[in-house]
């Protein structure tokens, strides 16, 4: 069974703490991983997209990196408008999008 | 310049009563999908329209249904809404259903089941 596990659950950073948020999978043959913000009562904002094991991308103080087992988002020096929840999401053999329940990211001033 | 418009923002509704939530989309996009969202758990997709092809997921229940009359709009009905069902549905398109497309989302719309 496909299995996506997103972890903390939350965390909360001083303002310019980097650290990172992982998203492991169980899922039969990985064709993609997407990683989506969330403001509280919005809907998920496209972040990445990672194909392979060992590709990286990066967008601002965001750079998401994937391996065989789990992936990775690294917030370098965050700012409070960085805070929201961050999902993760695998792509199954039937081509749709099957999330984690996202980590809830709070940066204070 | 919105792509992916949803209406209302937020819903009420009574036990029961018929409701019919709206997603628009200025992608010219295939694919449309609905996914539920209870809180702080993962959106789950309900079902996707690729053209006019329905796709129903397997546990989705019969009281959900939806309507695409055209490319740019896709409707969710819910025919009998219970308490369970008070959510945010989110709306999302992707040009077409590869694992390269990337999904654009909607901002919601809440539902509250009174």
């Known amino acids: 069974e496909d299995q996506v596990t997103q972890s903390p659950e939350a965390l909360r950073l001083q303002e310019g703490e980097s650290s990172s948020l992982n998203c492991s999978y169980t899922?039969?043959?990985?064709?993609?991983l997407f990683w989506y913000r969330q403001d509280p009562g919005k809907g998920p904002e496209f972040l990445f997209t990672?194909?392979?094991a060992g590709e990286e991308k990066e967008k601002e103080r965001l750079k998401a990196t994937l391996t065989k087992k789990e992936s990775f988002l690294h917030i370098t020096a965050p700012k409070p408008e960085d805070s929201a929840t961050y999902l993760c999401?695998?792509?199954?053999?039937?081509?749709?999008?099957?999330f984690g329940t996202g980590t809830r990211l709070t940066v204070i001033p | 310049d919105a792509m992916v418009i949803q209406n209302p923002r937020y819903q009420v509704t009574q036990f029961g009563k018929p409701v019919t939530l709206s997603c628009s989309q200025t992608?010219?996009?295939?694919?449309m999908y609905w996914y539920q969202q209870k809180s702080s758990q993962a959106p789950k997709l309900l079902f996707h329209?690729?053209?006019?092809?329905?796709?129903n997921e397997a546990d989705t229940p019969d009281n959900f249904q939806s309507r695409r009359p055209n490319t740019s709009f896709c409707f969710l009905d819910i025919r009998s809404p219970g308490l369970g069902d008070a959510a945010m549905y989110l709306c999302?398109?992707?040009?077409?259903?590869?694992?390269?497309?990337?999904?654009?989302f909607g901002p919601g719309t809440r539902l509250l089941v009174l």
């Open positions: 999302a398109t992707s040009r077409d259903r590869g694992y390269q497309e990337t999904q654009y």
């Open positions: 899922v039969s043959g990985l064709r993609g």
């Open positions: 990672l194909y392979s």
């Open positions: 999401a695998v792509i199954t053999g039937a081509n749709n999008l099957f």
């Open positions: 992608l010219n996009h295939n694919v």
């Open positions: 329209y690729y053209d006019k092809d329905f796709n």
